[in-house]
């Protein structure tokens, strides 16, 4: 059974930066696509960031250039970096891990979420 546990979330002001880290159980990560989605208040889930297990990256054109998605294998855990961070960028951020099994098809399995706050 995959887990997945986020951290990294806070409270920031505008302008500034977090990293947001993932960390997932199991054995099937290093094979697995890694995603990051946020959800604000009133918003449906949204996609932020997807890498590929061979580290091809991209992203929703609203973070683009200012948000970094990066894994470490080693670690079992997927990290997103936050530069420049606006009120928009408000939202509760979930990680997603997608991983193909020939026993089961595509499987989709998430975090629990964490809060990050952009105010000034």
């Known amino acids: 059974q995959v887990q997945l546990v986020e951290s990294g979330g806070g409270l920031v002001q505008p302008g500034e930066s977090l990293r947001l880290s993932c960390a997932a159980s199991?054995?099937?990560?290093?094979?697995?696509?890694m995603s990051w989605y946020r959800q604000a208040p009133g918003k449906e889930r949204a996609f932020v960031a997807r890498?590929?297990?061979?580290?091809?990256?991209n992203y929703a054109d609203s973070v683009q250039g200012r948000f970094t998605i990066s894994r470490d294998n080693t670690k079992n855990t997927v990290y997103l970096q936050m530069n420049s961070l606006k009120p928009e960028d408000t939202a509760v951020y979930y990680c997603k891990q997608t991983v193909l099994l020939i026993s089961s098809g595509v499987n989709d399995y998430w975090g629990q979420g964490t809060q990050v706050t952009v105010s000034s």
């Open positions: 199991g054995s099937i990560f290093s094979r697995s696509a």
């Open positions: 890498i590929s297990s061979e580290r091809s990256t």
